[in-house]
């Protein structure tokens, strides 16, 4: 059987062409394959392909692990109760001023560790109770609390002239302080006592023994 010349170029084409494919893919078949891990947000996919890719949103790049959640410190309630005792300076003023310039004591009871006592006070007395005005810190064990009187506040005088008891009554606020009771607030109720012996003459001063009682709840940031 006789081909002719164009049939026959024709037919070493295909064959041609058919040897070119089945060489391709017998090569793609001996090649190796690779696995890809892709990562988008925690989601995970893993690639197997000669030459792998990730989809579109995919990368290569995992995700750099968030830290823990750390737990701040949660606020609380100290239960708070105690005598403090000690000794406080005053100083007569014109006018009825009363100033008391020093306070130093010393607590027991529930009090947390705060054992020492220090303040201020005035007051100008037109009655036998009266208004003050007072802040005191309480300290102790690298911790301190800081008070101050509410307007409320009052001392009250069994005479009016000496020797007289001065009887003090109301509730200190709570100002914040150091240390554990940073940022601290709440308010104790105050109860306490002093006398006062000398005449009160102008400019005079008068050192005598205290004792306060405080109590309540201590809010911890």
């Given amino acids: 059987m006789k081909l002719n010349t164009r049939k026959f170029i024709q037919i070493l084409v295909a064959l041609a062409a058919i040897s070119l ?29 000669v030459a792998p890719k990730c989809p579109t949103g995919y990368t290569t790049t995992k995700p750099a692990a968030k830290p823990a959640a750390t737990t701040g410190t949660k606020a609380g309630s100290v239960a708070f109760q105690g005598t403090y005792k000690g000794k406080i300076s005053i100083l007569f003023g014109d006018g ?17 560790g705060l054992t020492g006592m220090s303040g201020s006070a005035s007051a100008v007395p ?38 007289a008891t001065i009887t003090i009554k109301g509730s200190a606020k709570i ?45 911890t940031k």
């Fill in 126 to 163: 037109a009655n036998l109770c009266d208004n003050f005005d007072g802040k005191g810190v309480i300290t102790g064990g690298g911790n301190s609390l800081n008070l101050t009187f509410d307007s409320s506040s009052q001392g009250c005088a069994d005479s009016d002239s000496a020797p």
């Fill in 175 to 219: 100002t914040g302080g150091t240390g554990k009771y940073a940022g601290a607030s709440g308010t104790l109720t105050v109860k306490g006592t002093f006398d006062i012996n000398s005449k009160g003459i102008v400019n005079s001063s008068e050192s005598t023994s205290f004792t306060l009682d405080l109590a309540g709840n201590i809010i």
């Fill in 96 to 112: 009825n001023l009363i100033q008391v310039t020093k306070v130093d004591g010393t607590g027991t009871g529930n009090v947390s």
């Fill in 21 to 49: 494919v089945l060489g391709n893919a017998s090569s793609a078949n001996a090649a190796v394959k690779k696995t890809i891990t892709c990562y988008k947000g925690t989601v995970e996919k893993k690639v197997t392909a």
